[in-house]
């Protein structure tokens, strides 16, 4: 059979239905671990079903059309919540809104079938960007959410994490082709600064400048309508404003999970710097270890940029064929925005230039599946340059990356479960919690090679 891989494996009927079997499996092992382990409590150990949706989505938005500031400690008094929100942009607020117009148990239904339907999106946007126009493509890569730790306890626990997922591909998806939807979208992603952040930085270097500028403002007005709102919530004026989102971040960094050292969920770089030299790296440090990160990732992109004239329409794409042992020939697949070698390299720098947990390697999927189908086709990506990767070369390295790629979607040592029977020892303990970051930044590197041997200087 030909075709890519997501298509013949989901090519017949059968094989369709045992994908959809598939995928409902995986919405039902969610759905019944929230209804057998859900929280009835703001803080449990135990029982965790959709707690985060509480803590991080209904409370805040509905304490937010209430009058009550959810970075304030008046809040953590008068809602069922375990702490304040962290110091994240009110734009949060104001699109949660209409859930707190449901009653709680309402809301989450609501919820959970809006998170299974950005599933669903992310897979289409993914099978789409890699040129693949049946529908039925994007089961196997839904499925890989679904089963993905990320995906599962994103699920789980209700939190917004697959908006900004969808928010940052969309971004990318569209820098080219609707520039003012993927202004809209890089705004949204504004809602958490650790994701928006590199992002700007990482659109820039990409060359969507003017993208990044429309995305910047709008995010910026909205930013300023929110915390006017809140300003008018805070009785005592801007001075207690401040101390409030000072006071919320620092009781939201002090919890065991989001300190480095001890934290066995983050993935960024600095957490694995942290555990090597027992310092709990925040704040400033932070940022500074972004910019030195994504350096080189962005000084590549930057190199990468092409002139309009020589982007190649789909169908030439199609027929581009490649000579046995000679270089690999520009693909679809090498210049898809959410799929390419240079997307992965962008989305690969945004998990672990600055603070990011587990849940946010679900950005790493797209990246993952674009390098599977470059290994499993013939029109692997390469140069529009003399110094192109040889096919022989490119497919360890990719395949390598792709490997590193999905280790922490599937590691299960790095959960609390396990953790808590060897917490004893030390170093085996650093080592399970730093394997995640320590695998994508080793992917990035090797991705770095790959875009680094795929560039066309700038003209």
Known sequence: MNGSLLERCTGSTLLRCLWIALVVVGVSVAAVRIVTRYADEPRSDSKNGMIDFHNGVYYPALSW?????????DYVARYPVARQLPAMSPLVLLVHTPLTWLPLHAGEVVYFVAMLAMVVAIGLLTSRDLGIDSPWACLPIVALVLFSRGGHITLYNGYFTFEMVLASLLTLYWSDRRPWLAAVALAYVSCKPNYFLPLLVLVVARGNLWLALRGFVIAGVAAVLGFAKLYA???SGIAALLADLRGAQDTHMAEPMELPIESWTRVDLMAVVSKATGVNFDG????VAMVIILAIPCYLLWRQQQPRSMVVSAERLERKSHAPGGHARLSRASIGH?????ACVTLA???VSVYHHAYDTLLLVPPLVGLVHMITTSNVPAACSP???PQRAFRPIAMTAAILLLWPQVNLLSTSSV????????WIYQIITSSNAVAISVALALLCVLLAKDVTPKR
């Open 65 to 73: 059309r209430q009058g009550v500031s959810p970075y304030g400690t």
């Open 233 to 235: 919530l805070t009785p």
């Open 284 to 287: 400033p440090p932070l940022l």
């Open 338 to 342: 959410i799929t390419g070698i240079a």
């Open 349 to 351: 720098s945004l998990v």
């Open 387 to 389: 110094r192109a990767v």
């Open 419 to 426: 953790l808590e029977r060897i917490d004893s020892n030390r």
